[in-house]
């Protein structure tokens, strides 16, 4: 049977008469790496998140935009002034695109060519993306950019409940 180890044996080991383990200098050191490594991952990230909501902001405009053509198809061509005091122009010209007559003789093939879902706030807020109506077309505000239009949220909130059309809705088409 053999025996127990003796109780020197069971202590951390040495080495040049020191514990083994890291000293305060080696702990401190690689925090500091361990802290810039982080910094530099984080203002990558945050030029990667800056990044993505430009191409979402961009997508929605192509959203629109896309939706408009085929608006132009069966409809004819949409031309609105563009006022740059309000949103009264890019409100009109979404809600035409997402319309459909409740009387499906009278309905546009296609309709809605935007899904009525989504329902934007407006905004001249100069520090957030807006999507303004140029009187041919939807142009994105990146922010710094002075301007009215509508507002682009990157959480989902800008799509709830379908828009509900007054019985006398009359839309710029046919």
């Known amino acids: ?51 993505g909501q430009e191409t979402l902001a961009m997508e929605r405009v192509e959203m629109l935009n896309q939706g408009l053509h085929r608006w132009s198809a069966a409809n004819n061509e949409m031309s609105f002034i563009r006022r740059d005091d309000s949103s009264a122009d890019e409100l009109k010209v979404l809600r035409d695109l997402q319309y459909r007559n409740p009387v499906e003789e009278r309905a546009v093939i296609g309709a809605p060519f935007v899904p009525p879902e989504y329902n934007p706030e407006s905004s001249s807020d100069s520090g957030a993306y807006r999507i303004r109506w140029n009187s041919r077309g939807y142009e994105l505000l990146r922010p710094g950019q002075e301007g009215t239009g509508l507002l682009m949220v990157f959480d989902g909130s800008d799509f709830t409940e379908a828009f509900q059309f007054p019985e006398n809705y009359q839309s710029s088409g046919r």
Do not use: C, D, H, K
Request: charged fraction near 10%; glycine fraction near 6%.
């Open 1 to 51: 049977m053999p025996s127990a180890p003796p109780a020197a044996a069971a202590r951390a080991p040495r080495f040049n008469g020191r514990a083994a383990g890291y000293s305060l200098s080696e702990l401190v050191i690689t925090i500091s790496i361990m802290s810039v490594l982080a910094g530099v991952v984080i203002l990558s990230m945050n030029s990667a998140y800056s990044a």
